[in-house]
C-alpha cells in the first residue's frame, strides 16, 4: 500500500506527524478492506501479501502509537487474521525478525494499556507495579527467544549478497547483526519505559528510579555507543539510518533514567556514560534534523548534570560509590567546579511533579521542540 511505504519512508526521516497521518491512513484502509479478518487460504499468494502488509502495519501502529502516547489504532480483540509464521510465510532472517516484530508489537500495547493509557493512570501505584512486573518478563521472554534463534544466524559462515545492479553488498550476517543491535536497544528500551513503573526500594529522591530500571537504561547507551564504535567506520548515512530505527523508533527514556541516577547518586561513570552518549548524537546532526533536536536536548542535560556534580564537589558531597573509573573527560570534577557559572537549585519536586514532566518530554523521534529539556532549570521550584 502507497500510505504504508510512505509512512515507512516518515519514519526514515522521522517525520513523526507524517509518519502518524500516513500510518492512520493505511490502517483505516486495511480494515475497510477486511485484512484483519482474512480466513487463511493456501497456496493463495495475493492473500500471502495482504497478510504480510496487514501485520506490518500491524506492528508500525503499535511502536507510534506507544512513541506518541495515544492508544493503537488496531485492537488485539478485533483480528482474526493468523500470525505470520516462520518460514512457510516470511522465510529468511529477515523473516524471523518480521515474526517477532509481531511479538513486540503486541508487548508494546499492552505496555500502554497497562502502564499508561488513562486507566492505567488512575490503578494505584501497587497495580501499576505488579503490571510491569509481569510485562517485564514477557519482555524478558521475547528478548531470549530472539537471542536463542538469531545466535544461529549470526554464527553462519558470512555469504555475499548483490542487489539488482550487480553491486556487493554486505554480507547477510552483518546486516542481521545490525537489526538485532537495533532491535536489543528497542527491548532495552522497552524495559526501561516498563521499570519506570515499580518504585525504588530504599530511595525518595523524585529523580531516583529503581535498580532494574537502571539497569536496563544503561544497557540500552552502551548498546548504542558500542554500535557506535563499530560503525563508525561505515559512514554518516549508515550511522543516521541506525539511530532512526532503534534510538529515535520507540520512546527513549533510558537517557531520562540515567539523567535522574547521575544527580540522584552523584554517579560520575552514569555522567561518563551520558557524555559519551551525547558524543555518538554529534556525529550526525547536521544529516539529521531529529537527531539534531534530541543532541541539542541531551546536551542540555548532560551539561545540567555536569554542573551539579561540579557544585557537589565543591561543597565536599560524596560523587557515588564508582567514582575511581571515571572517563577522562569526568576525572576532574574540581575544575569544573570552577567554570560553573550560577548554583543548581535543589531538586524538590514531588514524585507526580517529576513524572509529569517525564511524561511530557518528548524524547521519541524527537519532532517536538526540545524547550521542555532547555529549560529544565526553569521548570524547577525556586530556580534562578
Given at each position: 500500500?502507497?500510505?504504508?511505504s510512505?509512512?515507512l519512508?516518515?519514519?526514515e526521516?522521522?517525520i ?26 493456501r497456496?493463495d499468494?495475493?492473500?500471502r501479501?495482504?497478510r504480510?502488509v496487514?501485520?506490518l502495519i ?9 512513541s506518541l ?8 480483540y ?5 500470525r505470520l509464521?516462520y518460514?512457510?510465510d ?8 518480521m515474526v517477532?516484530w509481531?511479538?513486540?508489537g ?13 486507566q492505567?493512570?488512575r ?5 501499576k ?7 517485564a ?5 521475547i528478548?531470549e ?7 544461529a ?12 545492479q550487480g ?10 547483526q545490525?537489526a538485532l543491535?537495533s532491535q536489543e536497544i528497542?527491548f532495552?528500551?522497552?524495559l526501561t519505559l ?10 525518595n ?6 535498580d532494574?530500571c ?6 540500552a547507551?552502551n548498546?548504542?555507543?558500542k554500535a ?5 567506520a ?6 543516521r ?16 533514567s540515567v ?5 540522584a547518586q552523584?554517579?560520575?561513570q552514569?555522567l561518563?556514560?551520558?557524555g ?6 554529534g556525529?550526525v546532526?547536521?544529516?539529521s ?5 534530541l543532541h ?8 545540567i548534570?555536569?554542573?551539579?556534580l561540579a557544585?557537589q564537589?565543591?561543597?565536599g558531597?560524596p ?20 567554570h ?15 513524572d ?5 518530554w518528548?524524547?521519541?523521534?524527537g ?5 521542555q ?5 526553569d521548570?524547577?521550584?525556586n530556580?534562578?
Amino acid at each position: 500500500m502507497a500510505d504504508m511505504s510512505r509512512s515507512l519512508l516518515a519514519v526514515e526521516s522521522t517525520i513523526r506527524a507524517s509518519a502518524g497521518d500516513l500510518l492512520s491512513a493505511a490502517t483505516y484502509k486495511a480494515l475497510s478492506a477486511g485484512w484483519h479478518r482474512l480466513v487463511k487460504k493456501r497456496d493463495d499468494a495475493d492473500q500471502r501479501r495482504q497478510r504480510v502488509v496487514f501485520w506490518l502495519i500491524y506492528a508500525m501502529d503499535r511502536a507510534l502509537s506507544l512513541s506518541l502516547g495515544r492508544a493503537p489504532m488496531i485492537q488485539d480483540y478485533d483480528i482474526q487474521t493468523d500470525r505470520l509464521s516462520y518460514p512457510d510465510d516470511v522465510p529468511g532472517p529477515q523473516g524471523y525478525l518480521m515474526v517477532l516484530w509481531m511479538d513486540v508489537g503486541e508487548l508494546q500495547g499492552h505496555i500502554y494499556l497497562e502502564l499508561y493509557s488513562v486507566q492505567a493512570q488512575r490503578q494505584s501505584a501497587h497495580v501499576k507495579a505488579d503490571a510491569a512486573r509481569r510485562l517485564a518478563a514477557r519482555c524478558l521472554k521475547i528478548q531470549e527467544t530472539m537471542y536463542t534463534v538469531s545466535t544461529a544466524w549470526v554464527d553462519r559462515e558470512p555469504r555475499a549478497d548483490s542487489d539488482q545492479q550487480g553491486q556487493n553488498l554486505a554480507p547477510v550476517p552483518s546486516r542481521v547483526q545490525e537489526a538485532l543491535q537495533s532491535q536489543e536497544i528497542i527491548f532495552q528500551s522497552l524495559l526501561t519505559l516498563i521499570y519506570r513503573m515499580i518504585p525504588p526500594a530504599n530511595s525518595n529522591h523524585p529523580l531516583q528510579f529503581c535498580d532494574d530500571c537502571v539497569q536496563a537504561a544503561r544497557a540500552a547507551l552502551n548498546l548504542h555507543n558500542k554500535a557506535w564504535q563499530e560503525m563508525a567506520a561505515r559512514g554518516a548515512y549508515d550511522w543516521r539510518v541506525f539511530i532512526h530505527w532503534s534510538t529515535l523508533f520507540s520512546p527513549f527514556v533510558p537517557f531520562i533514567s540515567v539523567f535522574g541516577n547521575t544527580i540522584a547518586q552523584s554517579d560520575t561513570q552514569d555522567l561518563a556514560l551520558l557524555g559519551a552518549f551525547v558524543s555518538t548524537l554529534g556525529q550526525v546532526v547536521e544529516q539529521s534534523h531529529a537527531v539534531s533536536k534530541l543532541h541539542r536536548a541531551c546536551s542540555s542535560f548532560h551539561e545540567i548534570a555536569r554542573v551539579f556534580l561540579a557544585q557537589q564537589s565543591r561543597h565536599g558531597a560524596p560523587l557515588g560509590d564508582r567514582a575511581e573509573d571515571v572517563d577522562a573527560d569526568c576525572q576532574s570534577i574540581d575544575n569544573m567546579a570552577e567554570h560553573s557559572l550560577q548554583p543548581l537549585p535543589d531538586f524538590s519536586l514531588s514524585q507526580e511533579e517529576w513524572d509529569v514532566m517525564l511524561s511530557e518530554w518528548d524524547l521519541g523521534l524527537g519532532t517536538e521542540d526540545a524547550r521542555q529539556m532547555s529549560s529544565f532549570l526553569d521548570l524547577l521550584p525556586n530556580a534562578q
